[in-house]
């Protein structure tokens, strides 16, 4: 067991032993995780044809627990799955016809983006981790919002309206869950390193 901490892991993923064959299920894992809380959907329409879900919440959590490569790799896997009719987009959809795909595109680019930024310790603090988040969720804005102008024939500032301004309390809770729940797991980290010594 003292090797597993001969080096301090980077993220929480590198304390599970393994290599390729880990990292595998590690990236099932977490495109399994966002494709469940895809699941947990309410619709808002008319004020937006995109849900309510919780996929942020699952894709930044994979993102800082799993490190910037295996994190974009999840959200590929998920998002190919998806386009090749897996249904586990936001309630039971899948394939390219969706006015929400550009969200689940930013999905890549936040796993990469709050891993690596997990990786430089930006998920040890709560005020780190506040950020970081906020960051990821920028990212999946970044390329959800244009597509939806672009789908949904919206206008910027339209766009806008139906897809950042009704997901933003969400956001900030999910902001705030990540908050409580990454730095609390990096305390039991150092807890039982501390101990092995």
């Given at each position: 067991m003292s090797d597993t901490y001969a080096v301090p892991p980077r993220v929480l993923a590198d304390l599970v032993p393994g290599a390729l064959a880990r990292d595998a299920v590690l990236v099932g894992l977490g495109a399994?995780?966002?494709?469940g809380a895809a699941q947990?959907?309410?619709?808002?329409?008319?004020?937006?044809?995109?849900?309510?879900?919780?996929?942020?919440?699952?894709?930044?959590?994979?993102?800082?627990?799993l490190g910037p490569?295996?994190?974009?790799?999840?959200?590929?896997?998920?998002?190919?799955?998806?386009?090749?009719?897996?249904?586990?987009?936001?309630d039971g959809a899948s394939g390219a016809a969706l006015v929400s795909l550009g969200y689940v595109i930013g999905f890549v680019v936040a796993g990469a983006v709050v891993g690596e930024l997990a990786r430089r310790g930006g998920d040890r603090t709560p005020l780190?981790?506040?950020?970081?988040?906020?960051?990821?969720?920028?990212?999946?804005?970044?390329?959800?919002?244009?597509?939806?102008?672009?789908?949904?024939?919206?206008?910027?500032a339209k766009a806008l309206d139906a897809g950042v301004v009704?997901?933003?309390?969400?956001?900030?809770?999910?902001?705030?869950?990540?908050?409580a729940l990454l730095p609390a797991a990096w305390a039991v980290v150092r807890?039982?390193?501390d101990d092995k010594r």
């Open positions: 399994a995780l966002t494709g947990v959907a309410v619709s808002i329409e008319p004020i937006s044809p995109v849900p309510l879900t919780g996929q942020t919440l699952a894709v930044l959590l994979v993102g800082a627990v490569a295996r994190g974009a790799a999840s959200m590929v896997l998920y998002l190919a799955a998806g386009l090749a009719g897996l249904p586990w987009f936001a780190r981790t506040a950020g970081t988040m906020v960051i990821g969720n920028l990212c999946v804005y970044a390329f959800g919002v244009p597509y939806l102008a672009v789908a949904a024939h919206l206008s910027p009704p997901f933003l309390a969400g956001d900030a809770l999910k902001v705030l869950l990540a908050t807890r039982v390193r």
